[in-house]
T-cell receptor, first 114, second 115 residues
Framework: AQSVTQLDSQVPVFEEAPVELRCNYSSSVSVYLFWYVQYPNQGLQLLLK??????LVKGINGFEAEFNKSQTSFHLRKPSVHISDTAEYFC????????????FGAGTRLFVKA | GAVVSQHPSWVICKSGTSVKIECRSLDFQATTMFWYRQFPKQSLMLMAT?????????EQGVEKDKFLINHASLTLSTLTVTSAHPEDSSFYIC???????????FGQGTRLTVV
């Protein structure tokens, strides 16, 4: 079984500042890793995913994440945030070969202040 | 990318009635779909795996007689909330992996309010 821990429930940050949203996972098998964003009363939008290959993954809207196998982490970063980045961010895992049955972390609320 | 369409996007129903939510893969076939529930300010919890041509697989603690899942075709799965109660009010989201299995695509969600 897999589990995902998002270490921060809320992250307030000023506009144009860098941000890191932390994610650690636990699994006895190889996994795929994802970050999703959810705006109020909307569905999920995929920011980026790690399937294999380079451990630094670039996604949409200037976000990137780095897969660290030894630390079982997949932290999300953005060098300069905008007000429009205010949203809920979910880290998620799915087992390789498991048909993308996805387990989500509790979520991190990113709040960008002017 | 592939598109998963969910309908309706929101629904209000009276206690005791049943509500059906549809999840369609528009441009690909999905032998498997997943249903999630999200309570306000919480994460998405997997409810069940919908399998075309066979019974759904429910996660622990999810009542299969209350949340009926039917995977009618390779592009359609339905979730029926039977005898709905106010505590069933939630955001329900489905997902389907694409045929090349590079990721799961999510529907836009259905906001269910039971009054």
């Amino acid at each position: 079984a897999q589990s995902v821990t998002q270490l921060d429930s809320q992250v307030p940050v000023f506009e144009e500042a860098p941000v890191e949203l932390r994610c650690n996972y636990s699994s006895s098998v190889s996994v795929y890793l994802f970050w999703y964003v959810q705006y109020p009363n909307q569905g999920l939008q995929l920011l980026l995913k790690y399937l294999s290959g380079s451990t630094l993954v670039k996604g949409i809207n200037g976000f990137e994440a780095e897969f660290n196998k030894s630390q079982t982490s997949f932290h999300l970063r953005k060098p300069s945030v905008h007000i429009s980045d205010t949203a809920e961010y979910f880290c998620a895992v799915s087992e390789r070969g498991g048909g993308f049955k996805t387990i989500f972390g509790a979520g991190t609320r990113l709040f960008v202040k002017a | 990318g592939a598109v998963v369409s969910q309908h309706p996007s929101w629904v209000i129903c009276k206690s005791g009635t049943s509500v059906k939510i549809e999840c369609r893969s528009l441009d690909f076939q999905a032998t498997t779909m997943f249903w999630y529930r999200q309570f306000p300010k919480q994460s998405l919890m997997l409810m069940a795996t919908s399998n075309e041509g066979s019974k759904a697989t429910y996660e622990q603690g999810v009542e299969k007689d209350k949340f009926l899942i039917n995977h009618a075709s390779l592009t359609l799965s339905t979730l029926t909330v039977t005898s709905a109660h106010p505590e069933d009010s939630s955001f329900y989201i489905c997902s389907a992996p694409d045929t090349q299995n590079t990721e799961a695509f999510f529907g836009q969600g259905t906001r269910l309010t039971v009054v």
